[in-house]
Each structure stands twice: as structure tokens, then as C-alpha cells.
């Protein structure tokens, strides 16, 4: 009878320790480095983590821009606000990622500023799935 109870107390240790690591928070060290992908269309884009709030970003396969940015940690997917004080006109991107694992992230764009609770299968070319370069 005492052997089902030390089955049941290592099955809940194990299953504690499984669910507490895959909810261990995300940070911008996590981010940081290059990360690159193609979208639906073909067209290549990247995002490379500098700091803990600059960003160099390039989409459809043209040069970087670097930008500053603002990332809420506490949603699921995050929220990553894109923008640049300096340039004559504010720039801001409001998009979504969520790093899927180590090595992998998922990047959405909303180019007219209706960001979404989570990622949308119906805008094409505006998702990325980016792999770690560096």
C-alpha cells in the first residue's frame, strides 16, 4: 500500500517540475541575437535583439533598420511594439511573438495598428516563423 503512494508522490513531483519549466518567464536575454525567416510569400525578414530595447529589423529582403522597442513579457502571445523617435515621422509596428523554443519564434506584424488578442491565420505574409542565426 505505501509502494502506490510513492508512485503518486514521484508522478506529482515529476509532473510539477515538467509544467513549472515550461512556464519559467521569458526575458530579453532569451531574445537576444538574429533570428531569420520566410513568409508565405517567399519574402525573407529578420529580427536581431541588440539590447534590452534596441532592435534591428528588415523585411522583404531589405537592409536593416534599427529601431527601439517595447515588449510586454506578461502576455502569451507577447506584445512587441516596433518604433523609431528620431525618424520625422514617428514609425510604429505593433506585432505579436511567441518563442515557440529555444531556437524558434513566431513574429506577426499588424501594419495598421489592430493588434489581436493572439496571431491570425488570415493575414498572409504578415507571420513569420524565424530561426536563431547567432
Avoid at 32 to 40: A, Y
Avoid at 127 to 133: A, K
Wanted: proline residues 4%.
Amino acid at each position: 500500500m505505501q509502494y502506490k503512494h510513492i508512485k503518486g508522490l514521484f508522478f506529482f513531483i515529476f509532473c510539477f517540475v515538467i509544467f513549472s519549466a515550461r512556464g519559467q518567464a521569458v526575458s530579453y536575454k532569451d531574445l537576444v541575437g538574429k533570428w531569420q525567416g520566410t513568409d508565405e510569400k517567399n519574402e525573407k525578414g529578420s529580427l536581431r535583439f541588440i539590447d534590452s530595447s534596441k532592435i534591428a529589423v528588415s523585411m522583404m529582403s531589405g537592409p536593416e533598420l534599427e529601431m527601439n522597442y517595447k515588449i510586454d513579457f506578461s502576455k502569451d502571445p507577447m506584445w512587441l511594439d516596433l518604433y523609431r523617435k528620431d525618424a520625422p515621422t514617428q514609425i510604429m509596428l505593433k506585432g505579436l511573438i511567441r518563442l515557440n523554443s529555444k531556437n524558434e519564434l513566431k513574429w506577426q506584424v499588424f501594419p495598421d495598428g489592430k493588434r489581436p488578442a493572439d496571431f491570425m491565420i488570415d493575414r498572409s505574409g504578415t507571420s513569420l516563423i524565424l530561426q536563431r542565426v547567432q
